[in-house]
């Protein structure tokens, strides 16, 4: 699987980003996916995951009822639409494909490039 992350972007505090994440490969739908998200000199940490039929979601507590992580497997694509962004989300976000759907970055075998997401105060 061969992932593509994009929508980042310069945005100020209050605003949205809505980011995308593109697979490669027949078996899109049989896996599990998640974002991560790394700040500069911070380890990379978990913001949600949705499990491979989208029936499950996952959030870290830090953007819980700001984000909200879809997937469309009819076209590949799995989607983290975040809201009420604040400067503390600034990273360089990640998405990554797994057999699980959990928290942990040893869940995920697969991860795209990174987006950068900057939110000005």
């Known amino acids: 699987v061969q992932l593509q992350a994009s929508g980042g972007g310069l945005v100020q505090a209050g605003g949205s980003l809505r980011l995308s994440c593109a697979a490669s490969?027949?078996?899109?739908?049989?896996?599990?996916m998640g974002w991560f998200r790394q700040a500069p000199g911070k380890d990379r940490e978990f913001v949600a995951a949705i499990s491979w039929s989208g029936g499950n979601t996952y959030y870290a507590d830090s953007v819980k009822g700001r984000f909200t992580i879809s997937r469309d497997n009819a076209k590949n694509t799995v989607y983290l639409q975040m809201n009420s962004l604040k400067p503390e989300d600034t990273a360089v976000y990640y998405c990554a494909a797994g057999l699980g759907h959990g928290p942990s970055i040893g869940d995920y075998e697969y991860w795209g490039q990174g987006t950068q997401v900057t939110v000005s105060s």
């Open positions: 490969g027949r078996t899109f739908s049989s896996y599990g």
